[in-house]
């Protein structure tokens, strides 16, 4: 996703229809549904673990909505789980890909290390799921 300003509003209503129509199956079959491995990259797609996450909190707010609401109303959107969680996990800085001896942080050594994941650090999207966790 090269523009994700301007792409944010779609990639939105895409995720809303796409867990609303799973959630009809859920539903029909009375089964609970666990939405997995949903994230977003770092503002501006920045691998750099300093940079901001408006973006991303912004798509979570929305994830974690649809399910509040599901479970408001006592339907079958069961649970979440984000891609990927990274903990403490320290990058060397200007690394993109994973090397022998570097930490595990969430993503497979093949794939690019830590646009996606969420770190410790990353308080404004930890504000998010709390303030949902608590509801």
């Not at 994700?4 to 509003?9: A, M």
């Not at 609303?20 to 939405?35: F, R, S, Y």
């Not at 290390?113 to 404004?124: A, E, P």
Request: hydrophobic share 35%.
């Amino acid at each position: 996703m090269k523009d994700i300003p301007g792409s944010l509003d779609s990639v939105i209503a895409k995720t809303i229809r796409y867990l609303n129509q799973h959630e009809a199956v859920a539903d029909e079959l009375n089964k609970p549904l666990v939405i997995e491995e949903f994230g977003l990259p770092r503002d501006e797609q920045s691998f750099d673990i300093n940079s901001p996450t408006k973006y991303r909190d912004i798509y979570y707010s929305k994830i974690l909505s649809e399910w509040l609401n599901s479970k408001k109303s006592n339907g079958n959107f069961a649970g979440l789980n984000f891609w990927a969680f990274g903990g403490i996990g320290k990058t060397t800085k200007g690394q993109t890909w994973w090397k022998e001896g570097d930490p595990y942080i969430g993503d497979p050594p093949m794939e690019e290390q830590r646009l996606n994941t969420v770190f410790i650090s990353d308080k404004s999207t930890w504000n998010v799921i709390d303030s949902f966790s608590k509801r």
